[in-house]
């Protein structure tokens, strides 16, 4: 967990490989061609998130990918191994090489700034539920910690490396850790934590650079 300075009750990050506002879609694209791009990362200890981002390509968040054997679940329930092709700890970011079933297309990855107020759309399997989406404004493009930037709406424990969308269905960014609320009750009790739920994303353009991705 990392500390947020400046604050009198403190702000921690917290990742979340492993509850959601629904998703308004007026006038919004469909779901349908985020859905088939996003898909579940899973290993012997938890599961994650993830997105087709070229032939054969998926992103995700390293922390999600800590643990091997892979496995990989499409929208349609096929399953495939992967392997770890490209990984970036200090970014959180990770790239798999995974044979993907016919039918499904890649997500272009938008390596342009974010404009606050846009909205955003991310996909992703919180706990139990698999292949949902959350969606909410921009509240700014500036980082809030490292080069991490606060969604406007809350997720959930296993959306760590969930793809987050603009209206053009272009992945903007990668959802990587919860906002968590510290309080010091008295030096006895130590500290205090509770999860306010909202979402950090790293942008795409960050990492973008460095996929080699065709």
Not at 26 to 38: A, D, R
Not at 188 to 212: H, W, Y
Request: hydrophobic share 40%.
């Amino acid at each position: 967990m990392t500390p947020a300075r400046g604050t009198g009750r403190g702000l921690v990050v917290s990742l979340i490989a492993a509850v959601t506002a629904a998703c308004s879609t007026n006038s919004h694209p469909s779901l349908e061609p985020l859905h088939q791009s996003t898909v579940l990362v899973e290993h012997a200890h938890g599961h994650g998130t993830g997105a087709i981002v070229g032939p054969d390509r998926v992103l995700t968040a390293d922390h999600v990918i800590e643990a091997e054997p892979l496995e990989i679940t499409f929208f349609n329930r096929e399953t495939a191994p992967a392997e770890v092709v490209w990984r970036d700890p200090k970014h959180d970011i990770a790239l798999l090489d995974v044979d993907v079933p016919d039918g499904y297309q890649p997500s272009a990855v938008f390596c342009g700034g974010l404009v606050p107020g846009q909205h955003l759309i991310l996909i992703g399997h919180p706990t139990h539920s698999r292949w949902v989406a959350v969606g909410g404004h921009l509240p700014g493009d500036e980082p809030f910690e490292g080069d991490l930037v606060l969604l406007g709406f809350p997720i959930g424990l296993g959306s760590s490396g969930g793809p987050v969308f603009d209206d053009g269905g272009r992945i903007v960014g990668v959802a990587l850790a919860i906002l968590a609320e510290r309080s010091s009750e008295t030096a006895n009790f130590g500290e205090q934590f509770r999860d306010t739920g909202i979402g950090l994303m790293l942008p795409s353009k960050v990492f973008c650079d460095e996929l080699a991705v065709e």
